[in-house]
Each structure stands twice: as structure tokens, then as C-alpha cells.
């Protein structure tokens, strides 16, 4: 393919080994081929994309809609030297920038399956809740029990282990199709290559591969007694609002939310940011607030329970501070 320039809309002009034009209704940078498999945007903002709304921009942030386009984009990447960051449903991720100096990409990859042995065959990108709900409601898979309301992707939640009550994805989980952005190939990943453990996995200390598809065995019974405490907790307990979810992981032996209403900051306020009322590790947007704001209030959290009690909280989101 010859090399085209690229007229970006600040009038500079980037060369790049691949095709590109801007779609001058929307000034859209768009990556060519035929099926249109990436789009590629400036100064994109990211607010609406954030659980807990917070706002920022990316220099660039690409739309992948086909697997090639994950090829196109890191091939742009790498091309120009860019720094680079995947997102899900970015649920568990907090921006502490205005404007990511790269490209923030974001894959559209859907579609997801239910076979006769039950095993759940689903693109990484499509969302976990709706997918439970149509398991459960279209083809009698009690799934509730475990992944009752967990709010992101599952590409996250495997990266992340995601999950309550010991009913982490890993329980289920079979095998995982990546894309391996420094080797620019596509292998499989079986439950023995994660390495899960508590909130993390292979995916998670590993970046550079982007989990594209996955298997889940659903064929085990649920139990029934955990699927009711998962539904009280996640509607009687969870607060509701913009929220990304557990802030910190639970200590050894005991809990975060527990620690953080015993030092005494339920309810207390930075800015527009709030630790919630209702679980002391859930912080909560109540007011435009700003990433500064929340990682105030997440200061505050961490050294006065290690202050009052000697224990240090981790945190469970990822908190992205520059360029990776």
C-alpha cells in the first residue's frame, strides 16, 4: 500500500504506511479498507464512556469493528510511536489526565453464543449483564449467581477476574482468543495460561495482549443460596449513581467497605467526588467532580486506615496517571 498523507484537523499533515481520510461531515479520521474496520477520531472526549464521569480526552481514539482493524490501528501505533491504552467498559478505570497524549482504543467486537453443552462462546467487548439477563431469560441458564450486575465488558472482567462470592470468571472460564500487540498475532489462551488469582490475571499484568473472544462453561448448577445474597447485595448494598464500582480490593481476612466506615468517611466529600453512605468502598460522582477530586478522597481513604488500623488498601480500579 503507498504512503498517504494524512491531513489531521489541525492542518498538520502525518504520514502513515496506511489509508486514511477524513469524512468532512463528521472530521472524523477514518482508517481505510473496504469493511471500514477502525475509525480513528481526535481529541475524542472520553467522559461519556467512564462509569464514574469523569472528564477527559484522548489525542486519539480509535473504534475497532472488525479484527483486522486491531492490525490497522497498532500498526498506526507503532508507526508514529504513539503510547496506547485498551479499554472495555471502562467500569473499573479512572483517567488522571486531561488528554491521554496517544491513542485510547476501544473495540466494537460483538456476538456471542449458547451451544447444546452450555458453554457461552461471546466477544470480549459485549457487555456481561445483558448478555446474563438473555441467557437466563432465552435459554433457561441461571447465570445470575454469577455475574449478577457486574457492569462491564467481559474482556474486562476476565482481565480483572471479576466477580462475588467466590464466583470470579475463572470459575467458569475455559479458554481466551488474544490479539498480541508486540508480536501482531492472534493465539489462544487456556484457564492454566491466566493465571487468575484475586482481581488480576495473565491479561491484566500483560497489557500488550487484548483479550478478543472467550469460552465459559456454563453447564454446572448454581447454587441457590449464593445467587440470593449476590441479589440483596448488589441492590440492596451497591450504591446507584456514577460509581465505578469497589474502589479497593478486600484485605486478607477482612473487607474494605468495613475498614473505611470504621475510620469514620462514609459520606465524607472532596470536591465533587463522595465516599457513599451506603458502602464505605464505593466513591461516588455526586458533583462534576474531577479525577483530581477522586484521587484526594482516595488518599484520604488509604493513609487513614493505614493510620487508625495498619493496613494498606490496593486498589481494585486502575488508576491510568500518563502514558503507558
Not at 480513528?40 to 469493528?65: C, G, M, P, V, W
Not at 454446572?220 to 479497593?248: H, M, N, W
Request: include cysteine.
Amino acid at each position: 500500500m503507498p504512503v498517504l498523507s494524512l491531513r489531521e484537523t489541525n492542518g498538520k499533515a502525518l504520514q502513515s504506511n496506511l489509508d486514511f481520510w477524513i469524512d468532512m461531515d463528521t472530521m472524523i479520521l477514518r482508517i481505510s479498507t473496504q469493511s471500514m474496520s477502525a475509525i480513528l477520531s481526535e481529541h475524542h472526549s472520553l467522559k461519556n464512556l467512564s462509569t464514574l464521569r469523569l472528564d477527559a480526552t484522548a489525542r486519539y481514539f480509535a473504534d475497532i469493528r472488525e479484527e483486522d482493524g486491531l492490525r490497522e490501528i497498532f500498526s498506526f501505533v507503532r508507526e508514529h510511536a504513539l503510547p496506547y491504552l485498551v479499554i472495555g467498559g471502562w467500569s473499573n478505570m479512572i483517567f488522571a489526565f486531561d488528554e491521554f497524549p496517544g491513542v485510547i482504543i476501544r473495540t466494537n467486537l460483538k456476538g456471542w453464543s449458547i451451544d447444546t453443552n452450555k458453554h457461552l462462546h461471546v466477544c470480549a467487548w459485549e457487555l456481561v449483564t445483558p448478555v446474563s439477563i438473555a441467557l437466563e431469560r432465552d435459554h433457561g441458564v441461571p447465570i445470575f449467581d454469577r455475574w449478577f450486575g457486574l457492569p462491564g465488558t467481559f474482556g474486562g472482567g476476565i482481565a480483572g477476574n471479576a466477580g462475588c462470592f467466590g464466583l470470579e470468571m475463572s470459575r467458569y472460564f475455559v479458554s481466551c482468543r488474544v490479539y498480541d500487540v508486540d508480536h501482531d498475532n492472534f493465539s489462544m489462551l487456556t484457564a492454566s495460561d491466566m493465571c487468575f488469582d484475586y482481581r488480576t490475571s495473565l491479561l491484566k499484568s500483560h497489557p500488550e495482549l487484548v483479550a478478543v473472544s472467550a469460552e465459559f462453561d456454563l453447564s454446572t448448577d448454581f447454587d441457590q443460596d449464593r445467587y440470593r445474597r449476590g441479589v440483596e447485595f448488589r441492590q440492596l448494598k451497591q450504591p446507584k449513581g456514577f460509581t465505578c464500582g469497589s474502589f479497593f480490593k478486600n484485605p486478607p481476612g477482612d473487607y474494605a467497605g468495613r475498614l473505611i466506615e470504621a475510620a469514620g468517611l462514609k459520606g465524607t466529600r472532596i470536591g465533587g467526588a463522595e465516599i457513599s453512605l451506603l458502602h464505605g468502598n464505593f466513591f461516588l460522582n455526586v458533583d462534576n467532580a474531577s479525577w483530581q477530586d477522586v484521587l484526594a478522597l482516595w488518599d484520604l481513604a488509604k493513609e487513614t486506615v493505614r493510620e487508625k488500623f495498619g493496613i494498606e488498601l490496593i486498589p481494585e480500579v486502575r488508576i491510568v496517571r500518563n502514558a503507558s
